[in-house]
T-cell receptor
Framework: KQEVTQIPAALSVPEGENLVLNCSFT??????LQWFRQDPGKGLTSLLL?????REQTSGRLNASLDKSSGRSTLYIAASQPGDSATYLC??????????????FGKGTHLIIQP | ETGVTQTPRHLVMGMTNKKSLKCEQH?????MYWYKQSAKKPLELMFV???????ENNSVPSRFSPECPNSSHLFLHLHTLQPEDSALYLC????????????FGPGTRLLVL
């Protein structure tokens, strides 16, 4: 059974710092890996999606990397801002892909950016 | 606005009540999902519907009953729930066969008394 672990569980940093969130998964047979953001009391917003054949994806100040063989992904946030405060979730899709596949999520990293 | 709406946003019910959660997607997707998010636990997949057929039932108790009458609507019927069923219930949709992500609704916050 696939398990996803996110480290750290919580992180508080001053505004302007660069930071890295970590995600690991036990079964490397994945179709893709996604990073989501969840604001309090709200649903999930997709940030980046990395296909299993890719090594990284970038969107603005966000960069996600994937090392499928070692079961690891990182989300790098550059020049953090108070608006980045949220819970960041990592999720993997099973190896078959192409169909309707439920995602397996980590517990998330609760991030606070201090003004 | 993600194109996936859920109603109600908040629900309080007793253990003997029957209620339903509704999800609607306006994205032309053909796969829909129910997830449960409990405190201090990862998001858990409950049900998957693809082309209006249930393709996955993740060992969910029978007091939760899903229904997908068409590709745009998904319901979760609730009956004789337990207090431990209190959670945020999230609906998502996707395009089967696509490389795109799943799009999530805002969720229904359920409290069972």
């Amino acid at each position: 059974k696939q398990e996803v672990t996110q480290i750290p569980a919580a992180l508080s940093v001053p505004e302007g710092e660069n930071l890295v969130l970590n995600c690991s998964f036990t079964d490397s047979a994945i179709y893709n890996l996604q990073w989501f953001r969840q604001d309090p009391g709200k649903g999930l917003t997709s940030l980046l999606l990395i296909q299993s054949s890719q090594r990284e994806q970038t969107s603005g100040r966000l960069n996600a990397s994937l090392d499928k063989s070692s079961g690891r992904s990182t989300l790098y946030i550059a020049a953090s801002q108070p608006g980045d405060s949220a819970t960041y979730l990592c999720a993997v899709s099973p190896g078959s892909g192409g169909g309707a596949d439920g995602l397996t999520f980590g517990k998330g990293t609760h991030l606070i950016i201090q003004p | 606005e993600t194109g996936v709406t859920q109603t109600p946003r908040h629900l309080v019910m007793g253990m003997t009540n029957k209620k339903s959660l509704k999800c609607e997607q306006h994205l032309g997707h053909n796969a829909m999902y129910w997830y449960k998010q409990s405190a201090k636990k990862p998001l858990e997949l409950m049900f998957v519907y693809s082309l209006e057929e249930r393709v996955e039932n993740n060992s969910v108790p029978s007091r939760f009953s899903p229904e997908c009458p068409n590709s745009s609507h998904l319901f979760l019927h609730l009956h004789t729930l337990q207090p431990e069923d209190s959670a945020l219930y999230l609906c998502a949709s996707s395009l089967r066969g696509s490389l795109e992500t799943q799009y999530f609704g805002p969720g229904t916050r359920l409290l069972v008394l």
